[in-house]
Every structure is written in C-alpha cells, then in structure tokens.
C-alpha cells in the first residue's frame, strides 16, 4: 500500500504536469490575444486554453486541496470548507478570486456553442495567471510538507 507521503508526491508530480501544459496553452492564447473573431487555428488555441483551465480548477481544488486536507487529517467536509482549509494554508489571498476561477470554469464546462464561448474567453485569460499562481503557491507548500 502506498503511503499518504508517496501518495501527495505522486499528486504533486500531477500538478506540475498540469501546470506545464495549461502554461503552454496560456502563452499560446496569449499570442493570440482577445478578438472579435478567430480563425480556425486561433480559436483552437483559445479553446484549448480553456480545456486546460477547466481541467487545471478541477485538478486543484477537487483533487489536490482534499488531498492536501486528507494529508493533515482535516475532517471531509464541503467544497466551500476545502476551499477554506486552503485559503488558511496561504495557498491564495482572495476567496473571491478562487470563487471567480471556479465559476468561469463552470461557464467554460457548460457552454456548448462556439459563440459563446467566444465570450468567456477574456475571463478565462484574465484569470490563468491567478490560476497559475495558486498551482505554485500549491506545490511550494507540497513540498515544504513532503
């Protein structure tokens, strides 16, 4: 059996491969930048920014931030108290930012036309790099733990 310190690596080493590929789809959006209307190349790279972040908000908090609660023996609670667990470990100073990249990402997983995902574009370039600072702020604080 595998134990709860191999296991966090393991999901640290995740992290960061998560982390790698949502970097690259964000200098790739970054490039292309918020328009009226894509191409078909341009609205790809936009659109796989937005599965990365999607994947990378899910990863985090449903995964990592209940890990991470799991590691330190804090009782299974709601989404709201995990969120909270890793606010107290100085993981993201704004609840309200984490709650704005939560519900993007929910926009982003239940919008179904390319129109209007175009609109949520912006949002989901505007909150990457918070995103990404809290995946670093994460693992930072998983090693320091390991």
């Known amino acids: 059996m595998i134990s709860a310190k191999e296991k966090l690596a393991n999901e640290k080493k995740?992290?960061?491969?998560?982390?790698?590929?949502?970097?690259?789809?964000?200098?790739?959006?970054?490039?292309?930048?918020?328009?009226?209307?894509?191409n078909a190349e341009e609205f790809g790279k936009m659109e796989l920014l937005c599965s990365r972040y999607s994947r990378s908000v899910n990863f985090l908090i449903r995964k990592i931030f209940r890990d991470l609660d799991d590691f330190e023996f804090e009782d299974k609670t709601t989404l709201i108290d995990v969120i909270n667990h890793a606010y107290d470990r100085y993981l993201f100073e704004n609840i309200d930012e984490v709650r704005m990249i939560k519900d993007i990402k929910n926009r982003v997983v239940s919008e179904y036309i390319d129109d209007n995902l175009v609109e949520i574009f912006s949002d989901v370039l505007e909150y990457t790099a918070p995103l990404i600072e809290i995946i670093n702020n994460t693992i930072r604080y998983m090693q320091k733990i390991e």
């Open 14 to 38: 995740l992290l960061e491969r998560q982390l790698y590929w949502l970097e690259i789809a964000y200098q790739d959006a970054l490039i292309v930048g918020i328009r009226r209307e894509y």
